[in-house]
Nanobody
Framework: QVQLVESGGGLVQAGGSLRLSCAASGRTISYYAVGWFRQAPGKVREFVAQISGSGGSTDYAESVKGRFTISRDNAQNLVYLEMNSLKPEDTAVYYC?????????????????WGQGTQVTVSS
């Protein structure tokens, strides 16, 4: 079993930055794909970014491309989401997810482990 814990959320003004962290425990996730998803009030959970098990491949939703960067530190069992130029529409609960394969997918149903989420609120 893998446990995922997100941190780093908070309240920030539009144009500001935050860095989210996803800490994994239970087993190493070095070879697992890891993704970030978000869910705003009244909306479905949506894909934000993902990184392959090797870290060699990344993928971003169009809405965050150029502003968000996903990275991983396999030695520390950590994955990060650096968020810059934040907009009010980025306000959501952000979730970290992992799948027991190196390969990425935007299909939420194919992710095996989920964290509890961290709130990000961007004020205008």
């Amino acid at each position: 079993q893998v446990q995922l814990v997100e941190s780093g959320g908070g309240l920030v003004q539009a144009g500001g930055s935050l860095r989210l962290s996803c800490a994994a425990s239970g087993r190493t996730i070095s070879y697992y794909a890891v993704g970030w998803f978000r869910q705003a009030p009244g909306k479905v959970r949506e894909f934000v970014a993902q990184i392959s098990g090797s870290g060699g491949s990344t993928d971003y939703a169009e809405s965050v491309k150029g502003r968000f960067t996903i990275s991983r530190d396999n030695a520390q069992n950590l994955v990060y989401l650096e968020m810059n130029s934040l907009k009010p529409e980025d306000t959501a609960v952000y979730y970290c997810a992992a799948r027991v394969t190196p390969w990425v997918t935007r299909d939420l149903n194919k992710w095996d482990y989920w964290g509890q989420g961290t709130q990000v609120t961007v004020s205008s």
